[in-house]
């Protein structure tokens, strides 16, 4: 089944949303998702969107607060973008319906680590929840809109999808006109054709055994770019949350930065506070630092999880301030976080790198858009500071809808003919074990050497083990019919593969990239983005 559209939109958290809402003004849109529209890292998302919206913090401080935790490779352009316009962005949200908290009548603006001002807009402690119900509410009642749900994107098209003959190779820029996408409930590839198209997956944290990522989180449009000729940049930097849940299971239950903001300390088992041996900011330091104290006391004292304390703060207002974080670990886990301290461990949360784009969200391949967790736009840099990332995919969406609506008054873009997607020489297969097998495999190997603290031993091992994965993976996909879970493990094998390379490239330890080989900061040879083409 071969569907048109003006635009597609891959994928439905708050880059996809709020992009397909504004570009349903000069055309028809389709949103593709894997699961249920609102399943996505957005909906995860506990902490809030940074943006200065106080008379008593500056553009100035936000922009240094983001420079500085980037450790020297955040794009100065980019970061002066999203900042500048990001109130407008936010109060757009706002006038769409989204209910933030306040307090005497004005937005209630919490602190994160790394900020230097109370500038954190929040719901709560559901702000993605909140967000994504407003978004979803105005899309739904959009005539110019149409959701797919259990729709997989497989292969963006491009001109090796419509040339007439195999001998003849496509010279020049690479075009996208749409995607093959997996029905995944009728078990048929249909062509969505559209003049543009918006990657907005999400991110790939599924890539890891231990992660805050919802299960569809694997990576898919950064793979599906790779493959079809888009640059790749900055994937050894991979933000590992230094709060999650002990032992909550997968995904692993989030315990917002601002429950450090708001006061809470971290000690070992034993009691002892340690954040300010690594930082003078000590819980308020970046989640790199933090991430990276806890891995290492952990491996220093043998300790399975440290303790995030909440008791020395008046019960009622950790129960106002986070009531979804105190009724899930109440009646979930039967545990009282106001009068027992939290075990809790880093696990894998954000990828700093992706597709890379321009400031007006545009990839290397015409047609094609990337904005949110999948796009590289130089905002984070070697550490993301917290909060920014949903204020990034408001910023950088928007910005794509205008180049987009612009690039068609240009150029209308007619879609060449394409043909359906072939599947013949391929057969049925029962071989789960064997998807299963390798996804666990890939998460292990990821978990074991290339988590917080890496070598190049660990990272040779890594890419050794994760190539025979590939090729393997590989020769399935080739004489099987596609399904799911196959499509989401090639992903994950090329994710893989990307963070590696990237990671082997980097001789230096810089923000989320520490190796045990090159210790210290190298400004002379890596003040630089890790780029694959």
């Known amino acids: 089944m071969t569907h048109r559209f003006d635009v597609l939109v891959i994928g439905t958290g708050i880059a996809g949303l709020s992009y397909a809402l504004k570009a349903a003004r000069f055309g028809s849109v389709a949103i593709v998702t894997k699961k249920q529209r609102a399943e996505s890292n957005t909906n995860y998302a506990q902490g809030g969107v940074a943006a200065v919206m106080s008379q008593v913090d500056s553009f100035s401080s936000h922009v240094r607060d983001t420079l500085g935790t980037?450790?020297?490779?955040?794009?100065?352009?980019?970061?002066?973008?999203?900042?500048?316009?990001?109130?407008?962005?936010?109060?757009?949200?706002?006038?769409?319906?989204?209910?933030f908290t306040y307090t005497d009548g004005h937005l209630d603006l919490g602190r994160e680590g790394g900020h230097s001002a109370n500038r954190i807009v929040h719901a709560r402690d559901f702000t993605g929840r909140e967000i994504e119900r407003a978004l979803l509410h105005a899309v739904s009642t959009n005539p110019n809109i149409r959701i797919f749900e259990d729709h997989v994107a497989l292969e963006i098209i491009t001109e090796h999808h419509v040339r007439t003959?195999?001998?003849v190779r496509p010279t020049g820029p690479i075009h996208c006109w749409g995607a093959y996408v997996l029905h995944s409930l009728e078990r048929r590839v249909d062509t969505f054709l559209a003049r543009l198209v918006m990657l907005a997956?999400?991110?790939?944290?599924?890539?890891?055994?231990?992660?805050?990522?919802?299960?569809i989180a694997t990576g898919d449009g950064v793979a599906m770019a790779c493959r079809a000729g888009a640059m790749i940049a900055n994937m050894e930097f991979i933000q590992f949350h230094p709060t999650t849940l002990f032992n909550s299971g997968s995904p692993s239950f989030l315990i917002s930065e601002a429950v450090r903001g708001f006061g809470g300390v971290l000690r070992a088992k034993d009691g002892d506070e340690f954040m300010h041996q690594y930082d003078p900011r000590k819980e308020l330091a970046p989640r790199d630092i933090v991430a990276y104290a806890i891995d290492t006391e952990l491996k220093k004292r043998g300790d399975e999880y440290v303790l995030l304390d909440l008791r020395h703060l008046p019960a009622a207002q950790v129960r106002d301030k986070f009531p979804h974080i105190y009724t899930t670990c109440l009646e979930k886990y039967k545990l009282d976080i106001t009068r027992e301290p939290i075990p809790v461990v880093p696990a894998a949360h954000y990828s700093c790198g992706g597709v890379m784009t321009d400031i007006d969200g545009r990839t290397n391949i015409a047609g094609l858009f990337a904005s949110g967790e999948v796009s590289m736009t130089g905002v984070h840099g070697a550490n993301r500071l917290a909060s920014n990332s949903l204020l990034e995919a408001l910023v950088f969406s928007d910005r794509a809808v205008r180049a987009g609506e612009a690039q068609l008054r240009e150029n209308p873009r007619d879609v060449p003919a394409v043909g359906p997607w072939d599947d013949s020489g391929t057969l049925n297969s029962e071989e789960w074990i064997l998807i299963e097998h390798n996804r666990r495999e890939i998460q292990q190997i990821m978990w074991d050497y290339v988590g917080i603290i890496r070598s190049d031993l660990r990272l040779d091992r890594a890419l050794r083990r994760m190539e025979l994965i590939r090729d393997e993976v590989e020769d399935f996909y080739k004489r099987t019919k596609v399904t799911e879970g196959l499509i989401e493990l090639r992903n994950l094998a090329q994710c893989a593969l990307l963070i590696i390379r990237c990671a082997r490239m980097r001789k230096e330890s810089r923000g989320l990239h520490v190796t045990t080989d090159y210790r210290d900061r190298d400004d002379a040879n890596f003040l630089r983005d890790t780029i694959l083409s």
């Open 70 to 99: 980037g450790l020297g490779l955040s794009h100065q352009d980019a970061v002066e973008t999203m900042i500048r316009e990001g109130p407008d962005r936010l109060r757009e949200l706002i006038d769409i319906g989204a209910q």
């Open 165 to 167: 003959s195999p001998a």
């Open 201 to 215: 997956t999400g991110g790939l944290g599924q890539v890891y055994l231990h992660t805050t990522n919802p299960p």
